[in-house]
């Protein structure tokens, strides 16, 4: 590793536990913390075993955990359970009154349920299904709103033994087909429409033009959410059905199916691959287990918080960290439909206070946003409920991450900046609150059970290389759907298939901490330097102008590669070639003159999935003058033609 990064990140500031917060902490010393951790590694049936004994099982396991079969590992082999009992049934013996789930709908319209109004309504749901021929083993595509009725259809689902696979809502018709016709899927569950900064999203109207040509589809069942456009819906006779139709002879009980441990819970399509769509598999009662346990103590959940993380259920982060793993928990979770920018800027902030909101969990890409916009919409709302920040989905860069702890946390919360990803299941490396000391833009140290490693190509230990995992733990991936091969190309052939490839660099710094530096397509080599867009960012951000930034390697007829910058500035400021000598002055000083970018073009916004994350292939295309291909994901498909009118400008210029 080079010698200025490596002392760069060693001499990062340092945020140390409150005393207040881990003396009513889930977890209250580093300690503990590593006596725990320890067991975990050398006695993983004795942990493992103990923290699944807090859930509910029909029948007990055989085994802990099976590696006979490496890598195709089994976790609590011969027991059964259900996920759905766990995360309602279990809670009725003492939160049968607690809210479960909040809802608040773009428009503003609210829904409740308590943990009893939540079991009444995933049974009449599940009975529902029943009536429609869905039986264990059959594939059930979900593409809802974030609507109540997402996190029902998914537990129901669960209840029966169907297996779900949740399509993020803001896919086109080509993407969800490819998915539908991948799984087989019996049955779509969709809605009439949902809001999106103040517009009604025709989702009914895309899942007909998606299901054209997928023939195991047999019904269509449609939640209504917009009564005032619902007789302009399109519903097929013999295919299509209302569910407050369908529902509203059911009964609001049903037996919960035993499931085996290792039964398919659900699927999830990863996002942004190219060819053949990749269904991560997912089973029972190890995703379970590694849900409740990492949510316990990685959000410190307590009766009274009110929980809110800000994804999708299409994404792994809305089934983990907003389903299963809160309601494992007893949490009570909030939901929000719409727009963070919607009816203005300070809409989540307005969420956090009229709902007392204790812990939320968002992206980087949403802080930086947020940072871009500006302190007064935060500062404009009660925020002092907030007890615990988390941050998920990429690497967050030390400026993101101190803007958050001052402006949003006050300088009180803990910040949980997690690692982990769509295969492994739950969260793989995170502080623990009121345990861990933090350094902005670290995810700190491993989570119980997890084993990370920082290889170089050959497989020996470094401090700047890849992150691989030795051993196997409860949540992660079972394979990818009826492609075993692709399961063990994909995962378990680099380094003798010795370790878990998580695709993702790293750096592990003197403290034993790791800084996840992105994925290694993110890695550029310009004449012979391997550099980490995530630290250019990180970099970027650093300058008192800017609130976002973007950089990708391209095709240079010397270099071979050279690197594209792409910056948005705060509100405000303008673009000129003084602060683009600035932006590069301090890439420059801080991370070397080699890191200077080709071209750094100043953009309104930057090419984002409606999840938050940047579309860089479509830069890249930019950058090399190639046809964009498909932009059918993006958020505002208006943002790429602006970005390619600034670079050609350049063009011009130069």
């Known amino acids: 590793m080079e010698e200025d990064k490596k002392s760069l990140i060693d001499q990062t500031q340092t945020f140390h536990p409150s005393h207040s917060f881990a003396s009513q902490a889930n977890l209250k010393s580093f300690d503990e913390y590593q006596r725990l951790y320890d067991e975990s590694i050398n006695s993983p049936d004795t942990f493992w075993g103990r923290a699944a004994n807090e859930l509910h099982w029909f029948e007990p396991w055989r085994s802990v955990l099976d590696q006979s079969d490496k890598p195709n590992f089994k976790w609590f082999s011969g027991a059964k359970t259900n996920i759905c009992y766990n995360c309602v049934d279990r809670n009725l013996e003492t939160r049968e009154n607690k809210l479960a789930l909040i809802f608040e709908g773009e428009p503003g319209d609210t829904r409740v349920f308590t943990y009893r109004q939540l079991f009444d309504e995933t049974c009449k749901f599940a009975n529902t299904l029943f009536s429609l021929g869905i039986r264990k083993g059959d594939r059930v595509a979900i593409y809802l709103p974030l609507i109540p009725e997402a996190v029902i259809s998914m537990l129901a689902c669960a209840r029966i033994g169907a297996i779900h696979s949740v399509i993020f809502g803001g896919f086109a018709a080509d993407s969800i087909r490819g998915r539908i016709l991948d799984s087989t899927c019996k049955l779509v569950i969709t809605s009439d429409g949902g809001y999106r900064r103040g517009k009604n999203l025709h989702m009914k109207t895309i899942i007909d033009d998606a299901v054209t040509g997928c023939s195991s589809v047999e019904k269509i069942l449609v939640i209504r959410r917009d009564n005032t456009s619902s007789q302009n819906v399109n519903m097929q006779e013999g295919r299509d059905v209302w569910y407050h139709e369908a529902s509203a002879d059911k009964l609001t009980t049903h037996e919960s199916e035993h499931m085996d441990a290792e039964d398919m819970l659900f699927l999830l399509y990863t996002s942004g691959t190219t060819g053949t769509p990749k269904g991560i598999v997912h089973t029972t009662a190890g995703y379970m287990v590694g849900t409740y346990l990492s949510t316990k103590y990685i959000f410190d959940i307590h009766d ?32 929000y439909e719409g727009a963070p920018d919607y009816p203005n800027k300070a809409r989540y902030w307005d969420l956090i206070e009229k709902y007392r909101v204790s812990i939320m969990y968002t992206a980087p890409t949403a802080i930086r946003t947020f940072m871009k916009w500006g302190d007064e919409f935060p500062n404009s709302k009660n925020l002092t409920s907030l007890r615990l920040l988390g941050s998920v989905g990429e690497p967050i860069n030390p400026a993101a991450w ?11 919360c803990p910040i949980v900046d997690t690692w982990w990803q769509t295969e492994t299941g739950s969260i793989m490396i995170s502080p623990i609150p009121g345990v861990t000391i933090t350094k902005p833009g670290s995810a700190t140290l491993p989570f119980f059970g997890v084993d990370p490693a920082v ?6 230990e470094t401090d700047y290389g890849t992150l691989a995992i030795r051993k196997p733990w409860p949540a992660m991936l079972r ?20 370790y878990y490839y998580t695709s993702d660099g790293a750096i592990k710094d003197q403290n034993g901490y790791y800084w996840i530096i992105g994925r290694l397509d993110d890695i550029v080599n310009v004449a012979g330097h391997r550099i980490s867009t995530a630290e250019l960012e990180g970099a970027t951000i650093t300058h008192p102008w800017v609130a976002e930034s973007a950089f990708i390697g391209a095709d240079h007829d010397i270099k071979g590669q050279a690197l594209f910058g792409f910056v948005i500035l705060k509100a405000g400021f303008q673009g000129s070639d003084q602060v683009r000598a600035e932006i590069n002055e301090i890439i420059g000083r801080k991370l070397g003159r080699f890191e200077i970018p080709e071209r750094l073009v100043f953009v309104n916004d930057l090419p984002k999935t409606r999840s938050g994350k940047i579309m ?3 830069l890249r295309n930019i950058a090399e003058r190639k046809e964009l291909g498909n ?6 498909p208006a943002v790429i033609d ?4 600034e670079f050609r400008k350049l063009d011009h210029s130069t």
């Open 304 to 335: 009274s918080d009110i929980y809110w993380c800000t994804a999708d259920v299409g994404w792994i982060t809305g089934h983990s960290y907003v389903v299963y793993g809160p309601l494992l928990n007893g949490a009570t979770i909030l939901i």
């Open 402 to 412: 101190l803007w958050y702890h001052k402006v949003i946390g006050g300088e009180r």
């Open 455 to 460: 290889l170089t190509d050959e497989g020996n």
């Open 479 to 498: 394979g990818i759907y009826q492609n075993p091969g692709r399961y063990v190309t994909g995962y378990w052939s680099n380094w003798g298939g010795a």
């Open 616 to 618: 860089r292939r479509l």
């Open 631 to 636: 932009t059918s994901t993006l958020a505002d």
């Open 642 to 645: 602006h970005i390619a009118e």
